[in-house]
């Protein structure tokens, strides 16, 4: 998009010789047509209307050849262990909260210790408990192998931060380790726990390159996710692929998240792809239905209220216009309300304005930017506390009243700012 052309001819050649190239590069594995449509069933652009518009599939052999070597790794059963003893001892004792492993979570616990796999999995649909399970196997697992052999890895910055602080163990975001490892030689130890968090968000080079790693040193790599929840963003779909070629992956079944009955069996048909869920969410009003900007309207009508009753409340939607435009939104009214003050502001890159009181969103990991633990990363949300005649900002923390406080440099703010009313989903 940053290129400019004499002519839209001139930018479709170029175009189609890019794709020519990145199709001659690749494999295709959506098989090719080996008949001929009549007319009446072909689209403007000649393809045929019993396929899917722009639904052909490619991949490459460096993929796939990652694949193989991750079920390889999957199959193998050479890596560390704990006794099933400790395990049973470890599922029968309440973690420092008070809470008590259940059934499916106890027999996953067991299911992954004893294994030996060198690459594990533990899969979780939403508010299963996966944190309380992953919590017992650190106990058990620091039982036999020591204080600090149980490390955390996540895909981004922000879900790594929430591992350590839900399991405290050392974590860090996977592109930091693999840059940690290649500047510093940073790797594994025999004996130790990989737990992988976010698994399915993980790309396929990335996990290849951990497990690999992993496997050297006598390490094991646990995976932890659900396949039914967002993929990654690169190319991924190996924690679903390591899920289903096996008739034993440990699950846990049970939710805890939800209030009701009702709630628990339609999340668990929503990820199954079960149309008549959709019918109980609206029996229990929990649709509403309508023309784009209407519904737009009525999200953040909704969210307005939430936030006025003092309810926590995300404005959730699917494209990166829809959140520009309600985060300017917002911000008018929190001008109006007085909440933001718009005395100085300072633009940013996607045509917003931030000011004083305003919330905000960091989408770049910067580890210089810091105040003690606290330090800048991608996803994590702020309040603006000054905007400064040099184009620099200082922030808090969302919802602390007072410490955390960072100065974002005027060339980050440019860049890497954004308003934090609304967020798309992968990033909420």
Do not use: C
């Not at 502001?345 to 305003?358: F, I, M, Q, R, Y």
């Amino acid at each position: 998009m940053g290129w400019r052309f004499a002519s839209i001819q001139d930018r479709e050649a170029i175009t189609g010789l890019v794709v020519d190239a990145a199709e001659h590069a690749s494999l295709r594995l959506t098989p090719p047509e080996l008949a001929s449509s009549p007319l009446q069933f072909r689209r403007v652009d000649g393809t045929s209307r019993f396929r899917p518009h722009a639904s052909t599939l490619f991949s490459s052999e460096v993929l796939l050849a990652a694949e193989d070597r991750l079920l390889a790794r999957a199959a193998a059963t050479a890596g560390p262990v704990v006794s099933l003893e400790t395990v049973e001892r470890i599922a029968r004792k309440p973690d420092a909260r008070g809470r008590v492993l259940g059934e499916d979570q106890a027999a996953a616990l067991a299911a992954i210790a004893v294994s030996g796999r060198v690459v594990d999995v533990l899969v979780g649909p939403a508010g299963a408990g996966k944190t309380t399970a992953m919590n017992g196997l650190r106990r058990a697992w620091e039982k036999e192998h020591g204080t600090g052999s149980v490390i955390g890895l996540a895909p981004s910055a922000v879900a790594a931060q929430v591992l350590a602080d839900d399991l405290g163990i050392a974590t860090e975001n996977t592109a930091k380790w693999w840059q940690n490892h290649i500047m510093y030689g940073a790797t594994f130890t025999a004996g130790q726990l990989l737990i992988i968090d976010e698994a399915s968000l993980a790309g396929t080079i990335s996990l290849d390159r951990l497990t690999h790693e992993a496997e050297k040193t006598g390490a094991k790599v646990l995976l932890v996710g659900d396949w039914g929840q967002l993929q990654s963003p690169g190319a991924g779909g190996s924690f679903a692929m390591l899920v289903h070629a096996r008739d034993d992956a440990p699950e846990l079944t049970d939710l805890h998240r939800f209030t009701n009955e009702w709630e628990k069996t339609t999340s668990l048909q929503l990820r199954h792809g079960r149309a008549d869920a959709i019918d109980t969410l609206i029996e229990h009003g929990r649709i509403t239905g309508g023309d784009e900007e209407a519904m737009i309207d009525a999200a953040y009508t909704a969210w307005r209220a939430d936030l006025a009753a003092g309810r926590a409340s995300i404005l959730v939607t699917e494209t990166q216009a829809t959140v520009t435009e309600l985060n300017a939104r917002a911000r008018a009214d929190r001008i109006i309300d007085g909440t933001v003050n718009p005395t100085r502001e300072l633009a940013l890159h996607d045509g917003t304005a931030v000011s004083e009181g305003d919330l905000v969103i960091t989408r770049e990991n910067d580890r210089r930017l810091r105040n003690g633990r606290t330090w800048v990363r991608n996803g994590s949300r702020w309040i603006v506390t000054e905007v400064r005649e040099d184009g620099s900002v200082s922030i808090r923390p969302a919802g602390r009243r007072f410490g955390g406080g960072i100065v974002l440099p005027a060339d980050y703010v440019a860049d890497h700012l954004e308003l934090g009313y609304a967020i798309t989903a992968p990033r909420a």
